[in-house]
């Protein structure tokens, strides 16, 4: 059973940066392909990022690309999300989450109900 704790989240101005962090435990990160989802009040549950476990690398939302990075730190089973030129679109709870396996398709990703495992979620608010 792999549990998620992300940390990092707050409240920022328009055009500020955040980091998000996401403590994996009970698995190894390198197995899974980790993902970052968000949530504002009213609206659905949307991708953010994604990065596979086998190659490093990464898949965006068109909505957050080049300006958001994420990244991963196999020694610390520890995902990163760097968020840059924040907006108040932004605003939302974001979750970290995971899918065991490490070649799943760009379209299979972003869809959330694919992922077995879902951090508690952290509050991320950007003012205006």
């Known amino acids: 059973q792999v549990q998620l704790v992300e940390s990092g989240g707050g409240l920022v101005q328009t055009g500020g940066s955040l980091r998000l962090s996401c403590a994996a435990s009970g698995g190894t990160s390198n197995t899974y392909t980790m993902g970052w989802f968000r949530q504002a009040p009213g609206k659905e549950r949307e991708f953010a990022a994604a990065?596979?476990?086998?190659?490093?690398?990464?898949l965006y939302a068109d909505s957050v690309k080049g300006r958001f990075t994420m990244s991963r730190d196999n020694a610390k089973n520890t995902v990163y999300l760097q968020m840059n030129s924040l907006k108040p679109d932004d605003t939302a709870v974001y979750y970290c989450?995971?899918?065991?396996?490490?070649?799943?398709?760009?379209?299979?990703?972003?869809?959330?109900?694919?992922?077995?495992?879902w951090g508690q979620g952290t509050q991320v608010t950007v003012s205006s």
């Open positions: 989450t995971a899918v065991r396996g490490l070649y799943w398709s760009d379209s299979f990703l972003k869809v959330w109900r694919q992922y077995d495992y």
């Open positions: 990065i596979r476990g086998s190659s490093g690398s990464t």
